[in-house]
């Protein structure tokens, strides 16, 4: 009997109209556009500006265009995980009212919360559940509303990130094809250096916490930039160890999207040209959990069946991570 494993067989995807570029920010906060293109290399970012959509709009759009591309079913969905650090609401599951809206009423959802790292998390999950053999279609989706909770008078910040989404339909693989390993790790220390102070049970929404701005992203930018270098690199040297490879035997990089100078320096560890290394952080921004799939997204047509692919992330908690993934299909 042929060993089952997730592949990656449909993507789909989708980000806002509206584009905040640099030379809009230099009207915002003290800041210009060769200060951020230089330390994080970012040009532009998209950002969902109607006030009454949230992130479930954003998943749902990227779900719709990859239903239409893949000409699939949403009734034959099993099961939908909404990675995502931003939910709509607490309690109410993103995910389940983004599975009803896209018409999978045939399967379960929950939203998976990992900061950065949600998607790379996701797909290991999504993984578990097609590999058990009692799943045979699983959509991740990976979305995020960013500017919801971002301080546009924090120069630190707000000039980082963006909104959007995409989507990636795993299915069962038996010709080998599909996620092969996986390396993820966690460390607590790391949580008073990215986080939101407020809105959660240990510091409740009050009017103190609004008028102190609380409720908003901060991060220590150099302590997370040192750790992120360090251990995004250590991960993929990890994977590719594990799995006997070099950084030669990879057809692509598919980093998330943070900084392009931690890009870069992952790239660098494993020995890879900029032609492997999908970057796509000077249109985008960090959209954090939808960085990874939004890559997919744009380079899908350049993706070849058997093609080698290594996946890293690292968000805030700290979580971080890698996973190798042989791709399923042609795509052009």
């Given at each position: 009997?042929?060993?089952?494993?997730?592949?990656?067989?449909?993507?789909?995807?989708?980000?806002?109209?509206?584009?905040?570029?640099?030379?809009?920010?230099?009207?915002?906060?003290d800041t210009n556009d060769e200060w951020i293109t230089t330390r994080t290399g970012i040009k532009e970012r998209r950002i969902l500006k109607d006030k009454n959509k949230g992130t479930s709009f954003l998943a749902i759009?990227?779900?719709?265009?990859?239903?239409?591309?893949?000409?699939?079913d949403p009734k034959d969905i099993d099961m939908v995980i909404m990675a995502t650090a931003t939910p709509?609401?607490?309690?109410?599951?993103?995910?389940?009212?983004?599975?009803?809206?896209?018409?999978?009423?045939?399967?379960?959802?929950?939203?998976?919360?990992?900061?950065c790292s949600s998607f790379l998390f996701g797909m290991s999950v999504a993984a578990k559940y097609i590999e058990s053999g009692h799943h045979k279609k699983v959509l991740l989706i990976g979305a995020d509303k960013m500017s919801s909770i971002i301080n546009y008078e924090d120069r630190a910040t707000c000039i980082i990130f963006g909104d959007g989404a995409a989507a990636v339909l795993f299915e069962q693989?038996?010709?080998?094809?599909?996620?092969?390993d996986e390396y993820l790790r966690t460390d607590g220390a790391g949580r008073p250096h990215l986080k939101i102070d407020a809105g959660g049970s240990l510091l409740p929404a009050s009017v103190e916490t609004v008028a102190k701005k609380q409720h908003f992203v901060f991060q220590d930018g150099k302590t997370v930039f040192k750790f992120a270098v360090s251990k995004m690199a250590d991960v993929c040297e990890k994977i590719l160890k594990q799995n006997n490879l070099k950084g030669s035997d990879l057809d692509w990089f598919v980093p998330h999207q943070a900084n392009k100078r931690i890009i870069d320096a992952s790239a660098k560890r494993l020995g890879l040209p900029d032609s492997k290394v999908m970057i796509n952080i000077h249109k985008y921004g960090n959209t954090t959990s939808a960085t990874l799939p939004l890559c997919l997204w744009d380079y899908e047509k350049q993706l070849k069946k058997g093609d080698n692919l290594v996946f890293a992330s690292f968000g805030g908690g700290f979580t971080w991570g890698a996973i190798y993934l042989k791709w399923a299909y042609d795509s052009n």
């Open positions: 009997m042929s060993t089952i494993k997730a592949a990656i067989t449909a993507i789909g995807g989708y980000v806002p109209d509206y584009i905040l570029t640099n030379q809009i920010l230099e009207t915002m906060v759009q990227a779900a719709k265009d990859l239903f239409k591309k893949n000409n699939t709509d609401m607490p309690i109410a599951v993103t995910g389940a009212y983004v599975a009803t809206q896209i018409g999978a009423i045939n399967a379960f959802s929950y939203d998976l919360i990992a900061a693989n038996t010709e080998g094809l599909g996620i092969q």
